[in-house]
């Protein structure tokens, strides 16, 4: 049965694929499923129907049946169970794969989305000069930990993941930072992730829609 995923009708970064939606379209594309996309408004989703299948308002969700899913970590993790090419066999191997995708999520993103949050909605506080540093510093301490430990590897831990998909997407958001690139590694890295036949499909699905095209995928 073909999934189903919602997507912003208009993405308010304009279809650069920091959109949440890319990392699932991400994904499909790396497993070889496929999958239709719904579109939705910032208005519908805050309405019943979306609600119901995203209790916070947000995108993406993904419905397969009788399945309905939100959060982007759990989709993600849900197309890598189900689906060969984003999990290792190797038992071992695929728990640290799936400790990567917790840890872009919850040790590496917040302070990305803190940073975000600062410079886009609180430019124009009187104490953002004297915070903007502290936001910076707690970005730094993350990405020297991580790139310390990918070193001159490729991926994190041998082969690519749905680890590296996770991470490789939260990387994506400090590339307009500009502090990326005071981390060689990670950077390559990233750029690594974005050279994917699979992520350049998804990216363009994601510009798609923001360019008035019909979504594919």
């Known amino acids: 049965m073909t999934a189903t995923i919602t997507a912003f009708e208009r993405s308010p970064d304009g ?12 994904a499909l594309e790396e497993v070889g499923q496929p999958y239709e996309v719904r579109l939705v408004s910032f208005r519908a989703m805050k309405e019943p129907a979306h609600l119901a299948l995203h ?12 399945l309905g899913l939100f959060e982007t970590g759990a989709i993600v993790f849900h197309i890598a169970e189900r689906h060969a090419g984003l999990l290792p066999d190797d038992a071992n191997a695929r728990v640290r794969a799936i400790t990567w ?12 989305l803190e940073l975000a949050t600062a410079r886009i909605h609180e430019a ?6 004297q915070r903007m540093p502290l936001v910076e ?3 730094r301490n993350r990405l020297g930990q991580l790139s310390r430990r990918l070193g001159d590897a490729d991926w994190l831990d041998g082969t690519f993941s749905a680890g590296d998909l996770m991470m490789v997407s939260v990387l ?27 992520y350049k499909r998804a990216f363009e699905a994601q510009l798609a829609v923001n360019a008035g095209k019909q979504p594919t995928g």
């Open 101 to 112: 995708m917790f840890a872009a999520l919850s040790t590496v993103e917040p302070p990305i």
């Open 15 to 26: 279809g650069k694929g920091l959109a949440r939606d890319t990392r699932v379209r991400w």
């Open 55 to 66: 209790p916070f308002g947000q995108i993406p969700t993904y419905e397969e049946g009788d």
């Open 172 to 198: 994506l958001r400090l590339r307009a930072s500009g502090i990326l690139d005071d981390y060689p590694n990670l950077s390559a890295y990233v750029t690594r992730g974005e050279a994917r036949p699979a």
């Open 124 to 129: 124009d506080k009187s104490w953002t000069a």
């Open 137 to 139: 510093d707690r970005v």
